[in-house]
């Protein structure tokens, strides 16, 4: 038995083509967040993947301990602070360990010098070595540990923290209150 098509052919036709256009807008929209520019942290003194230069590493690994370049871009629309952390998730604590917390940095900052100070507002935490500053790469002898420089975009002004606040709270903080984050790992071993 032949049934009558409930849809004619032009209403369906029209219907494909509507379908097929807000296809392309979707595909259109999409490719253009694709490629959209990333936040990105760079640096003139570290690469990605590559070993810790000496003039960043901790002094009982005969270094420098001078915090590297570093410089961000395309932050997040929103964000109102930055924060800087240096960890080290290999550590043999079973926590890993924070090398440098740098938080409440003012939201038209793009770029830190090598060997920075805090600039104006922002405020250094104590790292794991006890110091409220940059403590470079140090591991034990043996096993290559990775070393994560993040810059993370803050919702707040400012984290409320205190001058004796440890790097560990500043970075838990700033993972809660990031729009987002843009990292480069690099490597140190120390020698047996």
Same mark, same amino acid.
């Given at each position: 038995?032949?049934?009558?098509?409930?849809?004619?052919?032009?209403?369906?036709?029209?219907?494909?083509?509507?379908?097929?256009?807000?296809?392309?807008? $979707? %595909? @259109?929209?999409?490719? !253009?967040?694709?490629? +959209?520019?990333?936040?990105? *942290?760079?640096?003139?003194?570290?690469?990605? #993947?590559?070993?810790?230069?000496?003039?960043?590493?901790?002094?009982?690994?005969?270094?420098?301990?001078?915090?590297?370049?570093?410089?961000?871009?395309?932050?997040?629309?929103?964000?109102?602070?930055?924060?800087?952390?240096?960890?080290?998730?290999?550590?043999?604590?079973?926590?890993?360990?924070?090398?440098?917390?740098?938080?409440?940095?003012?939201?038209?900052? $793009? %770029? @830190?010098?090598?060997? !920075?100070?805090?600039? +104006?507002?922002?405020?250094? *935490?104590?790292?794991?070595?006890?110091?409220? #500053?940059?403590?470079?790469?140090?591991?034990?002898?043996?096993?290559?540990?990775?070393?994560?420089?993040?810059?993370?975009?803050?919702?707040?002004?400012?984290?409320?923290?205190?001058?004796?606040?440890?790097?560990?709270?500043?970075?838990?903080?700033?993972?809660?209150?990031?729009?987002?984050?843009?990292?480069?790992?690099?490597?140190?071993?120390?020698?047996?």
């Amino acid at each position: 038995m032949h049934r009558p098509d409930p849809i004619p052919s032009a209403r369906r036709s029209r219907g494909r083509r509507a379908a097929a256009t807000l296809l392309a807008v $979707a %595909a @259109l929209a999409l490719s !253009a967040f694709a490629h +959209a520019d990333e936040f990105v *942290l760079q640096s003139a003194d570290l690469r990605e #993947g590559e070993p810790v230069p000496a003039l960043h590493l901790f002094p009982a690994c005969a270094g420098g301990n001078v915090s590297p370049a570093l410089e961000w871009k395309n932050p997040p629309e929103g964000t109102r602070s930055f924060a800087i952390t240096v960890f080290d998730p290999d550590a043999p604590t079973g926590n890993g360990w924070w090398h440098w917390a740098l938080v409440n940095l003012p939201a038209d900052t $793009a %770029a @830190l010098p090598r060997g !920075a100070k805090p600039p +104006a507002g922002a405020m250094a *935490l104590r790292n794991d070595f006890g110091v409220a #500053g940059y403590s470079g790469p140090c591991p034990p002898p043996g096993k290559t540990h990775r070393y994560e420089f993040t810059v993370w975009a803050l919702k707040s002004d400012k984290l409320k923290l205190d001058a004796k606040a440890q790097a560990m709270l500043g970075g838990a903080m700033a993972r809660a209150d990031a729009l987002g984050h843009a990292t480069i790992t690099v490597k140190y071993s120390r020698p047996k």
